[in-house]
């Protein structure tokens, strides 16, 4: 949180966005896959998709977004705190879980008329590029996740959480930080194209956790930057917003689709525990916890919560005092999800078929065609086979 607008800042730069496009999970099946039939007719083909889940597998690969800038290392230490709790609500889950920061590299010097607001290269305070781009923290050397058989877990989780480059920014009275763009969703999308695959599973579901006291960029395109109790910092949101402008990348939907392309066999959910939007009193907490030489903000996570809401994920408060219950909601939200299944495309008339070893249902599923995903709701037993079979036309 330790981004502040250059003393020399005094015009808003103006930045235009066009209309938002329709969010959509809808993707095109690849021809290769050995889930799909493709039957075409001059230019139109028709997909027969078949996927299964069987019940008690319980994967779940969990990708950590820390946040660390400066002012992080309140939250990064009540997120210490928190994991025995979260980890005893998905105790009976094959879990695997990595972080990586909302750190992004941009060697761009200018960005628009303000010299170096961009600027933000592999050096000393990213361990050379070690902490950017969505790679992987090691929780120990060359240990990239934790599961259920990692010895000393707890502890590897709490040291590595607490970011020194965070604990050091602080001290430093914020002249040695990271960056503090913050670009979750960026840093997110990153670690899924380039290196989740060091620990996914195919099938398993993925949940990410992004925690943040800022949203992307600081300041999303999404935030109205209202509700401030002087015209001053009502400037100064807008300014950051200015400044450092979104990019497609930076995009709720972009994380979604780029997901969708790397791993069409897996669901996915992002929890975001954030500076909820509207939460003025949180925001102004934010804003107060550090004192820093000069002014810094809170930000709501307007973008963070649209990026949850779309994919089906929780939004917790950064400003809980204990954050042992709202990671505990999130971890039993995870193990509803584990045995869910993706519709890679929008079924012709919406039409499917579920089958529970085999027999065709009519009850025990629910299917949101906003997330494309279909949830399994019947109490079925371990090894059960769930499948999933529909059809679609392009």
Do not use: W
């Not at 620990?199 to 960029?217: K, M, N, Q």
């Amino acid at each position: 949180m330790e981004r502040q607008l250059r003393a020399g800042i005094a015009v808003l730069m103006l930045s235009y966005f066009g209309a938002c496009a329709p969010v959509s999970f809808d993707t095109l099946p690849t021809s290769n896959d050995p889930k799909v039939v493709v039957k075409c007719e001059g230019t139109v083909c028709t997909y027969d998709v078949t996927d299964e889940r069987t019940v008690g597998e319980g994967l779940v690969d969990i990708l950590i977004v820390n946040d660390n800038s400066g002012s992080m290392s309140f939250e990064q230490a009540k997120m210490a705190s928190a994991f025995s709790g979260f980890l005893s609500s998905i105790n009976n889950l094959d879990y695997r879980i990595g972080m990586t920061t909302t750190d992004v590299s941009d060697l761009r010097q200018r960005i628009g008329t303000l010299s170096n607001l961009g600027y933000n290269p592999p050096g000393p305070y990213n361990q050379y590029g070690a902490l950017q781009d969505g790679k992987l923290i090691e929780f120990a050397s060359g240990l990239k996740y934790l599961d259920r058989t990692t010895p000393d877990k707890e502890n590897l989780f709490n040291v590595t959480v607490r970011r020194p480059e965070t604990a050091r920014c602080e001290s430093s009275g914020f002249t040695q930080c990271p960056s503090g763009d913050e670009r979750g969703i960026v840093a997110a999308t990153l670690s899924i194209k380039n290196y989740l695959a060091n620990y996914a599973r195919p099938t398993a579901h993925l949940a990410v956790i992004i925690l943040s006291d800022e949203d992307e960029r600081g300041v999303s395109k999404y935030n109205p930057c209202a509700g401030y109790a002087t015209p001053a910092e009502t400037n100064n949101c807008l300014a950051i917003r200015a400044a450092y402008p979104f990019e497609p990348a930076d995009e709720p939907q972009a994380m979604v689709d780029a997901f969708r392309a790397q791993y069409p066999n897996k669901t996915m959910a992002v929890h975001s525990i954030v500076v909820k939007p509207g939460d003025t009193a949180c925001r102004n907490a934010q804003t107060g916890q550090v004192a820093a030489p000069m002014p810094v903000l809170g930000q709501e996570g307007y973008a963070y919560k649209m990026l949850s809401t779309l994919t089906g994920g929780t939004l917790g408060n950064i400003c809980e005092a204990n954050y042992t219950d709202q990671l505990q909601d999130i971890g039993f939200t995870i193990g509803e999800q584990v045995t869910s299944l993706p519709f890679r495309c929008r079924p012709n008339s919406d039409n499917f078929d579920v089958l529970f070893n085999g027999v065709k249902q009519t009850t025990g599923f629910s299917a949101d065609f906003n997330t494309m995903v279909l949830s399994v709701t019947a109490s079925l037993a371990p090894m059960t086979k769930v499948t999933l079979k529909y059809s679609c036309t392009r």
